[in-house]
């Protein structure tokens, strides 16, 4: 979550909050880091018995692990959209 306030004088004069649910989600164990992704790449679709699925962008236990030691995993990893084809079970 974070907060960005707007202080002028002595008054709180705006508050804006967000709060990004999809990542409380993953670290909860809630939400897969990957979900289908039901369209064509590139014009292709899956091979047969295959599904693409898109990775979502959210962190999960990572960001604690970067909280305690921050060379313990690869900053902005979220930023990397990937999309990976997996058995469709």
Not at 4 to 15: A, F, I, K, Q
Not at 46 to 64: D, I, L, N
């Amino acid at each position: 979550m974070t907060s960005v306030v707007n202080v002028r004088g002595d008054r709180l004069y705006h508050e804006h909050i967000a709060w990004d649910q999809a990542t409380v989600l993953v670290q909860l164990g809630l939400m897969p880091k990957y979900l289908p992704f039901p369209y064509e790449i590139n014009g292709k679709k899956p091979c047969r018995g295959k599904r693409f699925e898109y990775r979502v962008p959210a962190a999960g236990v990572e960001t604690a692990q970067k909280l305690v030691d921050e060379s313990a995993v690869k900053s902005n990893e979220m930023f990397d959209y990937n999309i990976r084809e997996v058995d469709d079970v």
